[in-house]
Structure formats: structure tokens, C-alpha cells
């Protein structure tokens, strides 16, 4: 006959069960400390560094990650793929891009260059906190600073539109010079000490973030008060975007631009700024035409067009510096059997 355990036994079970949940706890909580601590250290570290070198250790890690990350450099690849064979195709962007869609080396090279932009990215996360307005107007040429000017006013409501792009903290950083605060949504971060960290330093240059938990409610409050909010918008993140044509091929762009923009008739704009050289910068801001239909849905469906061409245009000045080149873009690349064929 099977008897059960006393109560002084099962009480004693629990009792490890819950020393070991507050052992592991502990050591979570020792390891997310020790993991901030050092990501913020380098952080810092990145941010005090003089100019010089820190972009030639940024071209470094570019190289030694491409050499490395075979996965993310086989998607690279097919994404990159993708982009210069439509320009080929389409007569559109430089020569030396519709090239690379014949001539491996030409595309390889195209691969090797954007994990090096990602560095570069890297490190701009990093300096933001430097990026005062003296310091962006020394280094960025904006290609059409008479529509800048008319365009970007302070005191009203406006959606700016951004991309996983070059340097994604200029344009932003030279919006705020024009119009004040931002708000602008993110990514949680999973160690909430960085995530602190990043916030408070975004926030000492003008750039209010809110969680994308509260992204819908925020920002739209934000537009009633007229201000101005940011978003980067060329990666659908929830499966629940929009889907229009990029270089030829269906994707999803998120929503949620689209929906502000149509709900609240706020003036449109989309900016990118690309890399030139170490620490030097081009790039513009472009409007969004208002969007026809006669419904909700025709004008939404309007708007992801009116964006998916923009992407293309400012994509095409720099396809290495799109960052996007790294995640899944084009649901059909990511099919297995595309992976077969891809040993370049």
C-alpha cells in the first residue's frame, strides 16, 4: 500500500524548491547587473574616444563579424541580392551598384561593406549624447535644406519617418534641432538597466521614448498636442503590417505611421542620412504626399505605397548602409530551398 508523504516532508520539499528559485533568481539578477554594467561601461567607453580612432576599431569589428557570422552574412546576401538585381533591372541608382548584380565580387564586397556600416552604427548609438547641433551641421549635407527649412516648424504637429538606415541618429538629432522635443517608440530592452540607461541618454538630447506598449496611446496624444513624434518604419516587427512592393517583391511595412498619419491627417515627411566618410554625413527629408481615397483603407493603402517608393529611393543611394540587410525583409527568401543555392 502506497502511503502519502507527511507534512513535515512535503513542507521540507517546498522548502528547497523555493531556496532554489531564490537561488536562481540571484544569480539572474547578479548576471542582468554584471551584463549592464559592462555594456554600459562600453558604452561610455565608445562615447569619450577621440574621432580617429574609434571609427578605424569600428571598420575592424565590421570585418571581423563579416568573417565570422556566416548567417547573417548568407541573409545579407540575398537581401543585397534582391536590391541591385531590381536596380539592374530597372536602369535605376549608380552604375557601380547594378553591377554587383552580375559580378560576385562586386556584391560580395557590398556584403563585406554593410557589416561595416553596422559597426558604424554601433558606435553613433553610442556618441548620440555628443551629437550637439554645432556638431551635426559641421558634419551633415542636407540636400535640400530650403524644403527643411519650410517644412520642419516647431509648434505643430508632424509624423517623421525613419529607417533602419546609415546614420539613424542624425536625422532624428537634426529634426530635434528644428522642432523640440520627439517623441519617438522602441524596442524594450531586455536588461532593464540598459534600457534605463539608453532612455535617460535619448532623453538629455530631445528624443522622449516610450515603450512600443505605449507607442499607439502616446503618440497620438502627442500629435493632439501638436508635437512632433519619430518613427523608424521599414521593418515590420509584429507581423501585422502592411504589405506593399520593395524592389519588386511583397514584404510588410508596419502599421502604425500609417494608421497615425490617416487618423489624424498630420503632415508625412521621411528622412535618411547615409555615410559619405568617418564622421561625415548626406542626406534629406522628403513629404508625403496626402494620401488619396475615399475610405480609410484606400488612403492607408495609398500611404504604404507612397512610402515603399521612398524606402527604394533613399535605399538606392546606399544599399550596404540599409541595416535591415541583416533581418528577414522578403518573406520568400526565407524559404529553405533559398538557402540551398546560396554559397557565394
Given at each position: 500500500?502506497?502511503?502519502?508523504?507527511?507534512?513535515?516532508?512535503?513542507?521540507?520539499a517546498?522548502?528547497r524548491r523555493g531556496?532554489?528559485?531564490?537561488?536562481?533568481?540571484l544569480?539572474?539578477?547578479?548576471?542582468d547587473?554584471l551584463?549592464?554594467?559592462?555594456a554600459?561601461?562600453?558604452?561610455?567607453?565608445?562615447?569619450?574616444m577621440p574621432d580617429?580612432?574609434?571609427?578605424?576599431l569600428a571598420?575592424l569589428?565590421?570585418?571581423i563579424?563579416?568573417?565570422?557570422?556566416?548567417?547573417r552574412?548568407?541573409?545579407?546576401?540575398?537581401n543585397l541580392?534582391?536590391?541591385?538585381?531590381w536596380m539592374a533591372?530597372t536602369g535605376?541608382?549608380?552604375e557601380?551598384?547594378?553591377?554587383?548584380?552580375?559580378?560576385?565580387?562586386?556584391?560580395e564586397?557590398?556584403v563585406r561593406?554593410?557589416?561595416?556600416?553596422h559597426a558604424?552604427y554601433s558606435?553613433e548609438?553610442?556618441?548620440?549624447?555628443?551629437?550637439?547641433?554645432?556638431?551635426?551641421?559641421e558634419?551633415?549635407d542636407?540636400?535640400n535644406?530650403e524644403?527643411v527649412e519650410?517644412?520642419?516648424?516647431?509648434?505643430?504637429?508632424?509624423?517623421?519617418?525613419?529607417?533602419?538606415?546609415g546614420?539613424?541618429?542624425?536625422?532624428?538629432?537634426f529634426a530635434i534641432?528644428?522642432?523640440?522635443k520627439?517623441?519617438?517608440?522602441?524596442?524594450?530592452?531586455?536588461?532593464a538597466?540598459?534600457?534605463?540607461?539608453?532612455?535617460?541618454?535619448r532623453?538629455?538630447?530631445?528624443?522622449r521614448?516610450?515603450?512600443l506598449?505605449?507607442?499607439?496611446?502616446?503618440?497620438l496624444?502627442?500629435?493632439?498636442?501638436?508635437?512632433?513624434?519619430?518613427?523608424v518604419?521599414?521593418?515590420?516587427?509584429?507581423?501585422?503590417?502592411?504589405e506593399?512592393?520593395?524592389?519588386?517583391?511583397?514584404?510588410?511595412?508596419?502599421a502604425?505611421?500609417?494608421?497615425?498619419?490617416v487618423?489624424?491627417?498630420a503632415?508625412?515627411?521621411?528622412?535618411a542620412v547615409?555615410?559619405?566618410?568617418?564622421?561625415?554625413?548626406?542626406?534629406?527629408?522628403?513629404?508625403?504626399?496626402?494620401?488619396v481615397?475615399?475610405?480609410r483603407?484606400?488612403r492607408s493603402?495609398?500611404?504604404a505605397?507612397?512610402?515603399a517608393?521612398?524606402f527604394?529611393?533613399?535605399?538606392?543611394e546606399a544599399?550596404?548602409?540599409?541595416?535591415?540587410?541583416?533581418h528577414?525583409?522578403?518573406?520568400?527568401?526565407?524559404?529553405?530551398?533559398m538557402?540551398?543555392g546560396?554559397?557565394?
Amino acid at each position: 500500500m502506497t502511503g502519502r508523504a507527511s507534512p513535515e516532508a512535503s513542507g521540507a520539499a517546498a522548502s528547497r524548491r523555493g531556496s532554489a528559485a531564490r537561488r536562481r533568481g540571484l544569480r539572474r539578477r547578479l548576471t542582468d547587473n554584471l551584463t549592464a554594467l559592462l555594456a554600459i561601461g562600453a558604452l561610455k567607453l565608445v562615447l569619450h574616444m577621440p574621432d580617429r580612432p574609434i571609427w578605424a576599431l569600428a571598420d575592424l569589428a565590421g570585418s571581423i563579424s563579416y568573417r565570422t557570422s556566416r548567417t547573417r552574412r548568407d541573409r545579407a546576401r540575398r537581401n543585397l541580392r534582391r536590391v541591385v538585381e531590381w536596380m539592374a533591372a530597372t536602369g535605376q541608382g549608380a552604375e557601380s551598384y547594378r553591377a554587383a548584380a552580375t559580378d560576385p565580387k562586386a556584391l560580395e564586397a557590398l556584403v563585406r561593406s554593410a557589416f561595416k556600416n553596422h559597426a558604424a552604427y554601433s558606435v553613433e548609438l553610442a556618441r548620440a549624447p555628443r551629437f550637439t547641433e554645432s556638431w551635426v551641421n559641421e558634419r551633415l549635407d542636407v540636400e535640400n535644406p530650403e524644403e527643411v527649412e519650410a517644412w520642419l516648424t516647431p509648434g505643430r504637429a508632424l509624423i517623421l519617418i525613419g529607417m533602419h538606415f546609415g546614420a539613424i541618429e542624425v536625422p532624428g538629432i537634426f529634426a530635434i534641432h528644428h522642432l523640440g522635443k520627439i517623441v519617438s517608440p522602441m524596442e524594450t530592452v531586455a536588461n532593464a538597466r540598459i534600457q534605463r540607461y539608453i532612455f535617460s541618454t535619448r532623453d538629455t538630447i530631445g528624443i522622449r521614448i516610450v515603450t512600443l506598449e505605449e507607442a499607439g496611446v502616446e503618440l497620438l496624444a502627442a500629435l493632439r498636442r501638436n508635437e512632433a513624434v519619430g518613427l523608424v518604419a521599414d521593418r515590420d516587427l509584429t507581423g501585422r503590417g502592411i504589405e506593399v512592393e520593395l524592389f519588386g517583391a511583397p514584404m510588410k511595412i508596419p502599421a502604425g505611421p500609417i494608421l497615425l498619419g490617416v487618423e489624424t491627417g498630420a503632415p508625412m515627411y521621411m528622412s535618411a542620412v547615409r555615410r559619405v566618410g568617418p564622421g561625415r554625413y548626406r542626406g534629406g527629408v522628403r513629404q508625403l504626399a496626402t494620401p488619396v481615397g475615399s475610405t480609410r483603407r484606400e488612403r492607408s493603402r495609398d500611404l504604404a505605397r507612397q512610402e515603399a517608393r521612398l524606402f527604394e529611393q533613399f535605399i538606392m543611394e546606399a544599399p550596404e548602409q540599409w541595416l535591415a540587410l541583416f533581418h528577414p525583409i522578403w518573406p520568400d527568401l526565407e524559404q529553405p530551398a533559398m538557402h540551398d543555392g546560396d554559397k557565394s
